[in-house]
């Protein structure tokens, strides 16, 4: 199963990687505006924000699994006929977010079960890998985006391969979940899904608009691959050696800890984006604000949530769904030089929402699925 896992991990972030370093510029240089790109960007959020809603009362069956694989490789297939076209390029976006959508939350939960939180970190950085060597092979060799293209098809090939052998009958079926009288009694953890919802809609300039941010200071796209290996490398470090950082502090405080790195590296992207040194010790931050806060975040649900299938489900659609949604289109239209600033601002109000959560809070006591 580690095998299994790792191999998705690794194909999944390299698409990943070739939408977040590549995506914007390649837009940005067939006549995209930052608006239109924000909004590219933003419609898979959509479509991740509703997913946890649709399968509240489906279950997945081994017929939908496989329709929603060749779907994803007929989505990523039609990117060559429809990017440039903004129209077109929405629908497949949203279609491959979808189908994505289904299959990571589901191989998550698997990995959580079978592994625990520390050895899910070192399934995960296998993600991180193939992040890291598609953004080296790309920034090196990049010239238009048949290549990228080329790769990202590839991705979706082995994800739709690996997600087939992971996910088996026993994790593929979603039970049925009553909304209004269970989810809705969940009062008091508010502020922790407020806040981490915030801190994902600061990322929206990150994961958006960093590499034509940096490109506007005259940073060639082979340093910016650079920086972004930087950031993962520091990732693969943390998911490595998190399992005793877990273990060790409380795992609302460790929230909190990295939403509060988050505001700094945020700041430091806003005073010094020429400064390769500055920017490299941000990108290095990236171990806290996200590797860190995924796994603790992915634990501090995995202790109160009986379901965690439709939880983990739950996480990505408002965290990745429409935190990212938000995100991506506000910073479009927002995007200028106090870019990094405004991300700033709404990490600082994110880390003051989760300062009110209380830590006595039981969501055991408040759901039971």
């Known amino acids: 199963m ?93 279609v491959i977010a979808f189908c994505s959508g289904v299959l990571l939350p589901l191989v998550d939960s698997i990995s959580m079960q079978v592994f625990g939180s520390g050895r899910y970190g070192k399934t995960r950085l296998w993600g991180s890998i193939g992040f890291i060597l598609i953004g080296l092979f790309l920034g090196e060799v990049l010239s238009g985006y048949f290549l990228a293209l080329h790769c990202y098809l590839l991705c979706t090939i082995m994800i739709v391969l690996f997600s087939y052998l992971c996910i088996d009958d026993e994790h593929l079926v979603l039970p049925k979940y009553d909304f209004n009288s269970k989810i809705t009694s969940r009062i008091n953890q508010n502020n922790f899904w407020i806040s981490i919802f915030l801190l994902q809609v600061s990322f929206g300039a990150m994961y958006g608009f960093f590499t034509i941010y940096e490109r506007s200071f005259g940073v060639s796209l082979s340093t910016i691959s650079y ?106 239209l927002l995007y200028g030089r106090e870019l990094f600033l405004y991300a700033a601002i709404i990490a600082f109000v994110s880390f003051v929402v989760l300062a009110y959560q209380k830590k006595e809070t039981h969501l055991k006591k408040d759901i039971d699925v």
């Not at 991990?9 to 790109?37: E, H, R």
């Not at 809603?53 to 081994?62: D, Y």
């Open 2 to 94: 580690f095998f299994k896992t790792s191999a998705f991990y690794f194909f999944y972030f390299s698409s990943v990687g070739i939408q977040v370093i590549f995506l914007a510029d390649i837009l940005k240089n067939i006549g995209y505006s930052p608006y239109l790109v924000g909004i590219v960007f933003a419609m898979p959020g959509i479509m991740k924000f509703v997913l946890p809603f649709l399968f509240i009362r489906m279950r997945i069956t081994k017929f939908q699994l496989y329709f929603y694989q060749v779907l994803f490789i007929l989505a990523s297939t039609s990117l060559y006929f429809t990017i440039e076209n903004f129209y077109l390029l929405l629908i497949s976006i949203s």
């Open 227 to 332: 920086f972004w290996t930087v950031a993962v490398v520091c990732e693969i470090v943390m998911l490595n050696y998190q399992s005793s950082v877990l273990k060790r502090f409380d795992l609302l405080s460790l929230i909190k800890f990295c939403i509060g790195v988050t505001v700094i590296r945020w700041f430091i992207l806003y005073l010094y984006p020429a400064s390769e040194i500055l920017v490299y010790l941000s990108q290095g931050l990236h171990a806290f604000s996200f590797a860190l806060f995924l796994s603790a975040s992915l634990a501090y649900l995995h202790k109160y949530y009986h379901n965690k299938n439709l939880v983990q489900m739950f996480f990505q659609g408002i965290v990745f769904g429409l935190g990212s949604f938000v995100g991506f289109y506000l910073f479009g």
